[in-house]
């Protein structure tokens, strides 16, 4: 990835805004932190910015953003926070980083954490942009199907003149549908002095970067205009825009994972995480949800209604229907699990059956093990968590509920129907359950004794 650095030899500084209210989502959290496909818009953002190669990242987070330093530290450990005390636009919350600003970047990338669907490739051509054209700035245009809420492009032929916010355009500027994406390149020698010229002469009284463009017009420094597609800077402000994103990545991702080699029998109606991964030949039912931390090796099937996280499935394993795998479920070669099988922090070696009807958890289940319908491993007593452990080839009777900690040999049976709280030996035989007691005729007699 810094090959990408060497190749052009400037330095790249990117700036990422994450202080804003987000009032429009209605929520107790901050709206960077609303997840899409497993991960949260401020990390979408992170983990592309570091694809892209970028040599630095400075956030601004708010004052009150108390989580966000640890998500922020999970994606990019080496990444800088700056406070921005006083919620007063873009372009204040970009002079937060000052310090970072004034360091001789070549390139800065300003970057919303709200518009998380951009891509590496366009952080990219926008530094390549920049540097090509020698201007003080580069923004990204994009032509609107519903432009409410985005700031216009005002053109006069292909020069930008100005952006102009919603809320401070008049009739004819509201008409335009040319867009502006929000983020932006600066150049790393001119930014700061621009930004400092930048007033709050506007409807809410807020420092824009997108004021950027009329100051430097005023200087006679040029800005470009970079077209990108609409959906790579949908900007997300309320729930709705969140569905919309979610849409988006999900069907990059189904497009990636068919792409590699997975069969998606109804792509629309599965769930992916950005971090899922597939081996070839696997074929995936309709409405299967994939948690984050999920790898399936080759030629797995999974049925239909199948949920699955932190997991690992191995070789031509099939799952489901309706199977639950949940976090340290760890499935080698050719398992089966069916449906209402629920499997959590339980490793299953090659081969075994888990069938119908049961729940496997903190347990080892061993090679070709046969776990009968309705099995039960009671892992919990209200405090502690315990382990069952299974050997190879054993065979556990329907209906049985294994307390742990509680250990059965290789090749044990467990009879059907039996409450297992003490450890079985190997090739044994454990039956824990009442005899079956048989009296003659008592049905009859019952009977005659009611019906007169
Ligand atoms: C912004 C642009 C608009 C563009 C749109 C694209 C400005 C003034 N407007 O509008 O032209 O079409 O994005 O999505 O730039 N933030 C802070 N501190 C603040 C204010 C905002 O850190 O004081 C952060 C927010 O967390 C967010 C980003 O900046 O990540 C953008 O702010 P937001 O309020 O969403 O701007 P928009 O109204 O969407
Ligand atoms: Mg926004």
Redesign the pocket.
């Known amino acids: 990835m810094t090959e990408r650095t060497a190749e052009t030899g400037r330095r790249c500084l990117a700036v990422v ?4 209210l987000g009032s429009r989502m209605k929520s107790a959290h901050p ?2 932190l609303h997840n899409l496909a497993g991960r949260s818009m401020l990390a979408h953002v992170l983990a592309t910015l570091a694809e892209a190669g970028v040599d630095d990242v400075v956030v ?1 987070i708010g004052p009150d953003h108390e989580s966000m330093p640890r998500e922020i530290a999970a994606i990019s450990p080496h990444a800088r926070i700056a406070i ?1 005390h006083e ?4 372009a ?2 970009v002079l937060a980083a000052r310090d970072s600003l004034a360091q001789g970047y070549d390139d800065l990338l300003v970057v ?4 998380p669907l951009i891509r590496a490739e366009t952080f990219l051509a926008m530094r390549s942009a920049l540097a090509e054209m020698n201007i003080a700035a580069l923004v990204l245009g994009f032509e609107a199907q519903e432009p409410s ?3 216009r492009l005002l053109m006069d032929g292909d020069r930008l003149i100005a ?1 102009r ?1 919603e809320r401070d355009a008049n009739d004819e500027e509201r008409a335009v549908t040319f ?4 983020l932006m390149a600066l150049a790393g020698d001119r930014a700061l002095p621009l930004l400092e010229k930048i007033g709050k002469a506007n409807e809410q009284g807020e420092y ?3 004021d950027i463009v009329a100051v430097a017009r005023a200087e006679g420094q040029d800005i470009g205009v970079l077209m990108v597609p609409e959906e790579e ?1 949908m ?1 997300v ?1 309320d729930r709705i825009q969140l569905a919309r994103a979610e849409n988006v990545l999900q069907r990059r991702l189904r497009d990636q994972a068919m792409r590699a080699g997975v069969t998606l029998i109804d792509p629309d109606s599965v769930t992916l995480s950005f971090d899922t991964r597939f081996g070839r030949d696997v074929v995936i039912d309709p409405f299967v949800i994939f948690g984050p931390g999920v790898s399936i090796g080759e030629s797995v099937r999974i049925k239909g209604f199948s949920h699955l996280e932190q997991t690992e499935v191995g070789p031509r394993a099939i799952i489901g229907p309706f199977a639950r795998l949940r976090p340290g479920a760890e499935l080698e070669g050719d398992v089966h699990i069916g449906n209402f099988v629920e499997v959590k922090n339980a490793k299953v070696k090659a081969g075994a059956k888990i069938n119908h009807l049961t729940y496997i958890g903190d347990a080892d289940i061993g090679a070709g093990t046969n776990i009968g319908a309705g099995t039960i491993t009671c892992n919990y007593d209200g405090f502690g968590k315990f382990r069952t452990e299974i050997g190879a080839g054993a065979f556990i009777g329907s209906h049985t509920a294994l307390v742990a900690p509680v250990k059965i040999g290789d090749g044990a049976y467990v009879g059907t129907g039996s409450v297992i709280t003490q450890d079985v030996s190997e090739d044994a035989l454990a039956l824990a359950r009442g005899r079956q007691v048989e009296k003659p005729g008592w049905a009859k007699t019952f009977r005659d004794k009611h019906i007169k």
């Open positions: 805004l994450a202080a804003g709206k960077v601004v921005q919620r007063l636009g873009t204040h919350a919303f954490a709200d518009t809420g985005y700031g952006i916010e867009c502006n994406g929000g824009y970067l997108t800077v900007g402000n």
